[in-house]
């Protein structure tokens, strides 16, 4: 018995048909992904110490706010930077933080900070407004962090030290609506501004992806 023209052509094109199904799914996923390049790419086996500044008001409601940024940061870069094989040395935000208690003049001095601890950079982060609360309505929580971030080359002579200013951050948790405050939500809320504040600048130093 023969087989009809039309049944061999049907019976060889399938198997293509089928091997360009399965690929489908891979192209359409690069499509829908974009790699982003760090803004500042530098910071590859270096000792980097994170200096926050924060105003008084932000202090005198969350006293530790400067230590507690500072340490979500330092450890989010060690991290992301550790996995790509670009480690960093970061200064323990702990011994950075009690130098700027002991010397107040430093709070607003990267270069001061970079000098004590030997540090080749300084991520100087420039907090404007800090919030937890919703300031339209105090009953509900919604976290907001503004903020400009510097990098501070300190390893160089002083007459050719750079300063290199980054792109803004604002973190805002959570984005679609404010949460009833209670005390469950409060630490929460708190943590997981800090976590996403801590994520964008840190993503200012490595490439990463992002889904159209």
Not at 82 to 89: F, K, L, P, T
Not at 116 to 127: D, Q, T
Not at 163 to 170: H, N
Request: hydrophobic fraction near 40%; charged fraction near 25%; aromatic fraction near 10%.
């Amino acid at each position: 018995m023969r087989m009809s023209w039309s049944r061999f052509l049907l019976i060889a094109i399938l198997p293509m048909v089928a091997s360009c199904n399965l690929l489908t799914p891979l192209a359409v996923m690069g499509v829908h992904r974009k790699r982003i390049p760090p803004e500042f790419d530098k910071l590859a086996g270096t000792r980097v110490a994170v200096q926050v500044w924060t105003d008084p008001s932000t202090l005198f409601d969350y006293p530790y706010a400067r230590l507690e940024l500072a340490t979500y940061l330092g450890d989010k870069l060690h991290a992301e930077m550790g996995q790509r094989n670009q480690a960093v040395e970061v200064v323990d935000p702990r011994d950075v933080e009690d130098f700027l208690q002991k010397n107040p003049d430093a709070r607003i001095n990267p270069s001061a900070v970079g000098k004590r601890f030997k540090a080749n950079y300084v991520i100087y982060v420039e907090v404007a407004s800090f919030q937890i609360r919703d300031p339209s309505e105090p009953q509900f929580l919604r976290g907001r962090i503004n903020a400009s971030v510097s990098v501070h080359d300190v390893s160089a002579d002083a007459r050719d030290a750079r300063r290199y200013e980054l792109t803004p951050v604002e973190a805002v948790y959570p984005e679609e609506q404010p949460v009833l405050i209670n005390a469950t939500n409060s630490p929460l809320v708190r943590e997981a501004t800090y976590r996403k504040f801590a994520e964008m600048v840190a993503r200012k130093f490595y490439e990463y992806t992002i889904e159209l």
